[in-house]
């Protein structure tokens, strides 16, 4: 509690860009059971998880142990899927890139700096593009490239911000990436550190003011 804010888009609030710009769906388990039931996955058998043609409804998810919130929030989506009668098999482990290589997984959950330098280009180009690095489920959008080449060549701060909002909104409304939270970080220093001022953008906390006593 009090360790994040729910996240609607890829960039937080306090961005002329952030998650309040954009709309979504709500939780809503009622009507997710519904949904499944119009496709033809209902419980035949009991178990508590829905199932069609003899083949239960399983997801795969993937993440890894090295942000300490990742598993936990696996496991609440868990807990979550099961309510909706959806089995979620959870791989939590270092050796994420092999399972990402092989392509055993539905969904990677992964924590990532999306502005780093306050800019939203950055999350675009490592995750969201058909030529991305980081685009692990090979997501693609025509209108998102094309918005993508406007934002790069961009220099006005609000249109800029104004292009960001219409990318994400295109990933919501495609249901390409879910975005979960952002998290408060916590700095830890020895107490002759003096000047260190948390920012946003991890880039600017390095300052010439940052000193030892």
């Not at 729910?6 to 709500?26: E, R, Y």
């Not at 482990?93 to 997984?105: D, H, K, M, P, R």
């Not at 025509?142 to 993508?148: G, W, Y």
Request: hydrophobic fraction near 40%.
């Amino acid at each position: 509690q009090d360790n994040g804010s729910i996240a609607i888009g890829a960039f937080p609030d306090n961005f002329t860009f952030g998650g309040d710009k954009l709309q979504t769906v709500n939780y809503n388990p009622i009507e997710a059971k519904e949904l499944l039931a119009q496709a033809g996955w209902v419980d035949n058998d009991g178990d508590g998880y829905v199932d069609k043609n003899g083949q239960k409804l399983i997801l795969r998810w993937l993440t890894y142990p090295g942000r300490q919130e990742l598993p936990l929030l696996a496991e609440i989506a868990q807990a979550n899927l099961k309510t909706i009668g959806i089995d979620l098999k959870i791989n939590n482990t270092i050796n994420q890139q092999e399972f990402l290589a092989s392509g055993n997984w539905d969904i990677y959950a992964s924590a990532f700096v999306t502005a780093p330098t306050g800019d939203p280009e950055y999350f675009f180009t490592t995750h969201c593009l058909q030529n991305s690095a980081k685009n692990r489920g090979k997501y693609y959008n025509d209108k998102l490239e094309i918005l993508a080449q406007k934002l790069h060549n961009e220099f006005d701060s609000q249109k800029r911000a104004d292009l960001a909002v219409q990318m994400q909104q295109i990933l919501l409304d495609d249901y390409g990436f879910i975005f979960a939270s952002h998290l408060k970080m916590s700095f830890v220093s020895k107490s002759k550190v003096i000047n260190f001022v948390a920012h946003p953008s991890d880039y600017y906390e390095i300052t010439a003011d940052l000193d030892f006593k």
